[in-house]
Nanobody, 113 residues
């Protein structure tokens, strides 16, 4: 059964850093693009970053966030630097394979003023 498990969230002051991790099970990070999304209450989930065939970032995080992966461990990471209060939210790992969308349960990131 495919599983995605996020970790690494927490409370951090503005300007600080966090590194999120996504552990995938029964699905290869080498063969599939992996995304990070985030969501705040009352809002739609929004794209943050993708790795697979290169990397891509949403404009608000470009230059501050770095997505990377370790295919041997089936892990994907999101290094978040210079965090801002508007980066707060629940961060989700996502993979689409054969038109099926897989999501983790998310990890909470809170950036204080």
């Amino acid at each position: 059964q495919v599983q995605l498990v996020e970790s690494g969230g927490g409370l951090v002051p503005a300007g600080g850093s966090l590194k999120l991790s996504c552990q995938t099970t029964y699905i290869s990070t080498n063969l599939n693009a992996v995304d990070w999304y985030r969501q705040t209450p009352g809002n739609q989930r929004e794209f943050v970053a993708r790795i697979g065939g290169g990397t891509r970032y949403a404009r608000p995080v470009r230059g501050r966030f770095v997505i990377s992966k370790d295919n041997a461990l089936n892990m994907v990471y999101l290094q978040m630097n210079d965090l801002k209060p508007e980066d707060s939210g629940t961060y989700f790992c996502h993979i689409e394979r054969n038109y099926v969308h897989y999501w983790g349960e998310g990890t909470q990131v809170t950036v204080s003023q």
